[in-house]
């Protein structure tokens, strides 16, 4: 019997480490700056790893009682297999933790299928 190694990790990173996997995943036809959000600075971003490799990221902005997540992202070859799930799950957690009434996105319109269950 094969003894599965691999090892998942999400933990917060700087926004800058954002970047690259969104411009891949997002908007790969665009300049760098453009997947750079205006308060990127003020935001909590995390990221998902697989065995070291950043595979998923995701942003979140809090203001008072609401927060708002951002621009999440999941590596092509590893969409599907649940990565994405667990980072708004990952999400929630913070969220609740930190007595957050109020959690919304900007989905895009081909991606509130996911986003609605949750």
């Known amino acids: 019997m094969e003894v599965s190694t691999k090892t998942l990790q999400i933990k917060e990173i700087e926004g800058a480490a954002t970047w690259p996997l969104r411009h891949e995943v997002m908007w790969p036809h665009k300049p760098l700056d453009y997947v750079k959000l205006p308060r990127d600075d003020q935001g909590m971003h995390y990221g998902l790893f697989l065995n070291g490799l950043l595979v998923a990221v995701v ?13 999440l992202a999941t590596l092509e070859a590893y969409q599907g297999k649940g990565f994405g799930s667990r980072m ?27 986003y609605t269950k949750y």
């Not at 942003?59 to 621009?71: D, M, P, T, V």
């Open 88 to 114: 708004v799950q990952y999400i929630l957690g913070v969220c609740a933790s930190k007595g957050i009434q109020k959690i919304w996105c900007n989905a895009r319109k081909d991606k509130i299928s996911f």
């Open 59 to 71: 942003s979140l902005f809090i203001s008072g009682k609401e927060a708002q997540f951002r621009k």
